[in-house]
């Protein structure tokens, strides 16, 4: 690769290795590449031939997620590696058991990529949305190395379409066939000479269905919301969020409200249950006994939230107040109006829900009010846009057949 983007690389690394000492998912990192190549040489087989499939963090874990159920649904004995360069991924997805083995991805510096390739030799490397390693991509081609990327999306103002781009653009070249999610994306990429593109949509959307059908159920939150005339679930959300819900909420008495926050400790818990007015209760101390006396429930447990959205009629997802908003078709699947914050221009679902009325995007407290007075008042329009958003769904399933067939079946139905 280019020397400015080795100097980036190892610069990058070494600004890491510094907040390591004082920034825990910075040492989760370091710490984690540390142990990979030992990992590697305890797990894998020195044959190879493993199936590589890399994913940034946990958001495109989960697009990749039913492309691995399907490999090994059609191949059982298909060896797969999958790795992570953040530790969101990496922490809470290091046992998956669908995978042979599941490390941190090395810093992209050439001594890094020749000798993590010459251990795994894979037969394949995929990658999930937005992952572009020139060190590693090169290497793949040079090695000749079928090479993917999934679910991917292209905006204009990404570096590959500056004048200055160029050593991006090398990396697209890369890659064998790029899966994007929308027409748009192939378009731009055609506009820079590159043809090798397939509209394949988003797996994610098959993923939420796959949760959806097999949705836990919890007896305690049915208790809850049993004799609720409406309930909101607030998803993945933050305090900016919080301050706009809560307000409502706390003075709207014919509403419930189920909260999971994204992140939580003793303190962000004790900060958010002080700004509830009405009788609340933490999911984790909840009784068939005292949830009947809650008005809202505060989820205090990982792993829940995507089951949650089946006890609500609309759904709030957080997020739009900070970096974006969070996967928001976790809530759409079970057919009910999605509001969210002003941050969504990355995602093609947000504004494809948005224009068929299936969500709607505030960006403060009254526009909050604006877009949820309708929702408690008038329940054949709110039954209008959860069915939009259900709709939608539905209409976006699909893709990771498409994929799939396209690399193991040359484009034929799938077995």
Request: hydrophobic share 40%.
């Amino acid at each position: 690769m280019d020397p400015i983007y080795n100097l980036g690389v190892a610069t990058y690394r070494n600004a890491v290795k510094i907040a390591a000492t004082r920034n825990r998912k910075a040492k989760l990192l370091i710490r984690g590449q540390r142990r990979c190549f030992r990992t590697l040489h305890r797990k894998l087989d020195p044959a190879g031939g493993y199936i590589w499939i890399h994913a940034s963090s946990l958001g495109e874990f989960e697009q990749g997620r039913p492309l691995i159920e399907m490999i090994k649904h059609n191949q059982p004995d298909a060896r797969i590696l999958l790795t992570f360069f953040s530790p969101s991924g990496y922490e809470v997805r290091k046992n998956f058991s669908m995978v042979d083995a599941v490390v941190y991805l090395p810093f992209d510096l050439a001594g890094n990529v020749k000798r993590f390739l010459d251990l795994v030799k894979p037969s394949m490397a995929i990658f999930v949305k937005y992952e572009f390693w020139g060190n590693y991509l090169q290497a793949l081609k040079r090695r000749g190395v079928p090479t993917y990327i999934i679910s991917a999306i292209f905006r204009p103002k990404q570096i590959f379409f500056r004048p200055w781009g160029g050593m991006f653009r090398k990396m697209l070249k890369c890659f064998d066939t790029l899966f994007v999610q929308n027409e748009q994306s192939r378009e731009l990429l055609a506009g820079i000479g590159i043809d090798n593109v397939v509209v394949a949509g988003d797996t994610r959307f098959d993923r939420v269905a796959d949760v959806r059908a097999a949705a836990k159920e919890f007896p305690l939150v049915e208790k809850f919301v049993e004799n609720a005339k409406f309930t909101l679930v607030m998803g993945s959300s933050w305090p900016p969020d919080e301050d706009i819900v809560i307000p409502y909420f706390n003075t709207h008495r014919e509403m419930k409200l189920i909260i999971a926050p994204h992140e939580f400790d003793r303190h962000r818990l004790h900060v958010l249950m002080s700004k509830i007015s009405r009788p609340a209760r933490f999911y984790s101390e909840a009784t068939p006994q005292n949830i009947e006396q809650a008005e809202c429930l505060i989820i205090d447990s990982f792993g829940l939230l995507s089951s949650l959205y089946r006890y609500g009629q609309t759904a709030y997802v957080g997020g739009g107040f900070g970096v974006s908003i969070h996967n928001i078709n976790e809530a759409a699947v079970y057919g009910i109006p999605i509001i969210f914050g002003p941050k969504h221009h990355k995602f093609q679902e947000a504004t494809d829900l948005i224009a068929c009325d299936g969500a709607m995007s505030i960006h403060n407290a009254d526009e909050f009010s604006a877009a949820m007075d309708p929702m408690l008042e008038n329940e054949p329009l709110r039954m209008q846009c959860g069915r939009a958003a259900g709709n939608y769904i539905q209409t976006h399933l699909g893709g990771t057949r498409i994929i799939y067939d396209l690399i193991f079946n040359n484009g034929n139905d799938g077995q």
